[in-house]
């Protein structure tokens, strides 16, 4: 277990500045090879701190899904994405009828201004859609 | 080797608070406040006695403090453990520690909440501060984690919303039988399968219920509890897991903490599968009974499915499951894990009337919290156990 330093730029910064670039960033330790997300400050389990940034290639499978249907509002899409580097995270399926997504369908990644003030966010559309 | 606690403690007094809807301008410590002096009274023991108090709440955020506070009891020993809707199975397990290390010697556990005559009144409940790796997403917390879970447990192993559908109908089945019940009207597999979805493969039948509603349990000694009111309820093993908060940090959405939990508290108890006669299983959603069925032992990993159709957990079933109607058709205010041990204490008392199990001294209750997050196994059981 390596000590943990001073955080000079927060892991959720770091992860909505390469949002901001178009990019879906994860971590990665070096130590174990393993990848982290959410990002943080410390690698779980090991406690090492030896986390460096990668940018993922935005490939990945449906974990888990649902579609949620607000009372007086449009269905929408939540799923749960592996990525192909090995990390899952929540997010949506877009492009489609939200109750088409099925688990195990290849998705690829779009950017979608979900995030407060519009902030472009990690999101995902059908790979064999559009093709 | 750590000291056991198999039957060193004991339940002496169980209650529950008003249920449904309370009357307008309760608050949960008065609720709280209600169901003790139920319980005590229960117990037969005298509330200046009580001097450890467990509490824990989604409208409080000292809920030892409420507690003593309302009830005036400057506690030696207090613990506000908020593990979500298992806390109380968290309480009863920290009770048992303190009370054999001589840190108290009447715990008092106590649950209030108003949450349904709050959201009526255009309150909103307390949530976890927004998680910003899912909040963007705008899932439907909690029913879309429930959901998510759900979907891929249909995906991996072939469990259908008929599955689900049978443990809805199942706990209407046994809530027909329990007075104080929310749901008491009787609902079939078909008018549970039509029923509009809120987060899909979850339709408003697969949700708990929202109701105020409260209870406490008193828990002592078994030396202490040789001189109460009724046959005391001994606490025979207990076991807590834990394994992520937020459902997106869930390692494996078919398999919950209930694997480690179950397997602490059949190790503390000295007792298996077999031995148990009733199950109280925190159902806020028709897929936990499933994934606690088959974490807990009670069937394989994905058959729980088929378990509940062909074995059977309603009333006349081979395991009788959630015999007061469960968070789905009996109550559901906000945290329900207290109530499960209501009923658990009850069945083994022989106290649940018409839906009394037969025989039964040997009780599972299993809570969830969070999202699938934490589970705490008790196993209860009555004096011929020791």
């Not at chain 1, 888990?64 to 399926?93: I, K, Q």
């Not at chain 2, 506000?80 to 009770?95: C, D, K, M, R, V």
């Amino acid at each position: 277990m390596t000590t943990a330093g001073r955080i000079e730029e927060s892991p959720r910064a770091t992860f909505l500045a390469y949002a901001a670039r178009g990019q879906l960033g994860y971590q990665v330790a070096k130590g174990s090879g393993r990848p982290v997300f959410f990002p943080r400050v410390t690698e779980p389990v090991t406690g090492d701190t030896d986390l460096e940034w990668r940018v993922s290639m935005g490939i990945g499978t449906v974990y888990a899904t649902t579609t949620v249907r607000p009372r007086g509002d449009e269905p929408h899409n939540v799923s749960m994405v592996d990525l192909d580097e090995g990390f899952r995270m929540m997010s949506t399926v877009t492009g489609t009828a939200p109750d088409d997504v099925r688990v195990g369908q290849r998705v690829r990644l779009v950017m979608l201004p979900l995030g407060p003030d519009g902030a472009e966010l990690p999101a995902f559309e059908l790979l064999e859609e559009k093709s | 080797m750590t000291e056991s606690l198999r039957g060193r403690t004991a339940i002496v007094g169980v209650a529950e608070s008003d249920l449904g809807e309370v009357a307008p301008g309760t608050t949960p410590a008065d609720l709280m406040g209600q169901a003790a002096v139920r319980a005590l009274d229960d117990a037969g023991i005298e509330l200046s006695e009580v001097d450890g108090l467990f509490a824990a709440g989604t409208q409080m955020m000292m809920g030892s403090l409420s507690l003593g506070e309302y009830l005036g009891i400057n506690a030696r020993y207090s613990d506000g453990s908020n593990t979500g809707g298992s806390s109380f199975e968290a309480h009863l397990h920290h009770a048992e520690a303190a009370i054999a290390a001589g840190l108290c010697d009447v715990a008092l556990i106590a649950y209030g909440s108003t949450q349904r005559s709050l959201l009526k009144s255009g309150g909103v409940i307390p949530q976890e501060a927004p998680n910003p790796y899912e909040e963007p997403y705008s899932p439907m917390m909690p029913i879309s984690a429930y959901a998510l879970a759900a979907s891929r447990h249909m995906h991996q192993y072939g469990t259908t919303r008929e599955h689900l559908a049978r443990v809805a109908v199942a706990a209407r089945e046994w809530a027909v039988m329990n007075p104080v019940a929310w749901s008491r009207k009787p609902m079939s597999l078909e008018e549970a399968l039509a029923a509009p979805m809120i987060s899909d493969p979850l339709s408003v039948k697969d949700c708990c219920l929202l109701t105020d509603g409260g209870g406490a349990v008193v828990v002592t000694s078994a030396e202490r509890a040789k001189d109460t009111k009724k046959s005391p309820v001994f606490v025979l093993g207990s076991g807590e897991a834990q394994s992520h908060l937020h459902i997106s940090s869930m390692p494996d959405f078919t398999t919950t903490p209930a694997v480690q939990s179950g397997e602490r508290a059949f190790e503390a108890a000295g007792l298996g599968i077999a031995d148990i006669d009733v199950v109280e299983l925190y159902d806020a959603f028709t897929i936990n009974t499933l994934l606690f069925l088959e974490d807990l032992g009670f069937c394989g990993k994905g058959e729980a499915g088929a378990f509940v159709t062909d074995v059977g957990i309603g009333p006349g079933g081979g395991l009788p499951v959630n015999t007061n109607g469960g968070g789905l058709s009996y109550a559901h205010p906000g945290m329900y894990g207290l109530l499960l041990l209501v009923e658990a204490v009850r069945q083994i008392r022989g106290e649940s009337g018409d839906r009394q199990v037969a025989d039964c001294d040997v009780a599972l209750v299993n809570g969830n919290g969070g999202f699938l997050s934490s589970q705490c196994t008790t196993i209860l059981g009555s004096e011929a156990t020791l």
